[in-house]
């Protein structure tokens, strides 16, 4: 079942030597640059050596759907490359594979114009910049999206902007010149027609980078800002698609966004368990390994059958977005986006326990990989929001009436 096709194994077996080779090497090397420049959102010259090494080698843009962007991989090829990915926190940006970059690139190939592409999709696909995605509020509840405030009032041949974003991540990315936002048009119209997306560059006038919000008291690297829009004026020709579907971007945006984030998680888990296996078997307490003792066995035992069962839940996952399409599969996306993290953070916290005190520190990814999948619990939606995408799902081949 999922027979990975000989395109997709050649990509593996090319990822796995490059990781090998290039990445896990570069992993010492990045964290001193970072703590030499002083900067939390320095982008240092390692990772810039790891993306020519990686395009060199034809590793670049895997996730592109569209040949000829990338290799053209289906969502079910690309899932075992992401996974490969996930292992380490720079394959992903070094792949030019990293989020929101790659949601970003999907939304500007489906619904920019002929400008935005010359001007934002072609240097997002080389590489050469970033790009950020505001959609939530500090003052909304966003995670229910129809609640978005931000007001895009049309003026002549453009709209005047004001309101307050938060948690745009990778506003703050040395690279990063576009944000593309989601606000109200026309807060009388139907519920999911009220909401239209722009693409904004970040240095329009009237946009002001707030803040960068820490993450369990850390500022990562790329950066989650608050920004203020004040009467920021937006071209007409910056809307996507049309006023009224921002909401269905954000859904075709979305999907593939969230299936990406699991895939690199079982890298993360999978990671975690090699390095609790070894660290386990390689330090000694009362006279015999850690690895003897019957409960570290039951966390090993219990992780290798989570990882085999988030896993296939997201080939099927995978496989339906590609043969049925994203919403006919998306009670699977919303189920494995709910158990991919879950799964994952207890995983990488046994692993964390098995290395004691190390466990904690930088020495090790684990520390780092807590702190991202903790976010994943409530980035690209809360767990509880696609409980109730399932549950809905499930209620409706019982009730009588529409929910
Ligand atoms: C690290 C990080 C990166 C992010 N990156 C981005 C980004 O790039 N762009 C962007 O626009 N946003 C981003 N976000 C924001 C993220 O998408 C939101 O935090 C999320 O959608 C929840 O919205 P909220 O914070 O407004 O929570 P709220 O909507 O206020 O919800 C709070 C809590 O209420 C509970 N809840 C909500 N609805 C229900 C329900 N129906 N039933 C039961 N409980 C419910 C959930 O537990 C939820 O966590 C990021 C967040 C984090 C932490």
């Known amino acids: 079942m999922f027979e990975l096709t000989d395109r997709a194994k050649r990509y593996q077996e090319d990822l796995l030597d490059f990781m090998d080779a290039h990445v896990y090497p570069a992993e010492p090397v990045y964290e001193a640059q970072m703590r030499a420049s002083g900067d939390p959102h320095f982008q240092p010259p390692i990772l ?24 053209g991989l289906t969502n079910l090829e690309y899932a075992p490359l992401a996974e490969i990915m996930g292992r380490s926190h720079l394959a992903p940006e070094a792949c030019n594979c990293n989020a929101p970059d790659t949601g970003n690139m999907e939304v500007l190939e489906l619904f920019g114009t002929e400008e935005h592409k010359e001007k934002y999709l072609k240097p997002l ?24 405030e931000l007001s895009m009032v049309r003026d002549g041949d453009s709209y005047v902007l004001n309101g307050r974003k938060w948690f745009a991540t ?10 593309i936002v989601m606000g109200k048009t026309d807060p009388t119209a139907a519920p999911h027609r009220q909401q239209t997306m722009m693409v904004v560059p970040i240095d329009a006038p009237g946009i002001t980078l707030l803040r960068g919000l820490p993450v369990f008291g850390y500022q990562d690297r790329d950066g989650h800002a608050e920004i203020d829009f004040t009467d920021v004026r937006v071209p007409a020709t910056d809307v996507l698609k049309g006023e009224g579907e921002g ?12 299936i ?15 390095l609790m296996c070894e660290r386990a078997l390689a330090r000694v307490t009362f006279g015999r390994p850690i690895a003897d003792n019957a409960n570290i066995q039951d966390w090993i035992a219990e992780a290798r059958i989570e990882i085999e069962m988030i896993r296939l839940l997201t080939l099927k996952a995978a496989h339906l977005m590609d043969t049925v399409g994203n919403k006919a599969a998306r009670t ?35 520390a780092a990989a807590w702190a991202h999948l903790r976010t994943l619990r409530l980035a690209d939606g809360p767990d509880e929001v696609h409980k109730r995408t399932i549950a809905r799902q499930e209620l409706r081949k019982y009730a009588k009436k529409e929910i």
Do not use: Y
């Open 125 to 148: 696909l080389e590489g050469t910049m970033a790009s950020a995605f505001a959609m939530t509020e500090p003052r909304v509840a966003s995670s229910d999206a129809t609640n978005i």
């Open 247 to 258: 909401f269905a971007i954000s859904q075709a945006r979305l999907g593939p966004g969230r």
């Open 170 to 179: 990778n506003a703050l990315h040395k690279n990063c010149r576009v944000l």
């Open 332 to 366: 699977e996306i919303a189920a494995i986006k709910v158990a991919a993290p879950n799964i994952a953070l207890k995983i990488v916290d046994r692993a964390i326990q098995v290395h004691g005190g190390a466990g904690v520190t930088d020495d090790f990814p684990l």
């Open 48 to 71: 810039e050596e790891l993306k020519v090494e990686a395009r060199r080698r034809g590793l670049w843009n895997l996730f592109h759907p569209h040949p000829g962007r990338g290799p």
């Open 260 to 274: 990406h984030h699991c895939m690199r998680t079982i890298g993360m888990a999978e990671r975690a368990l090699e």
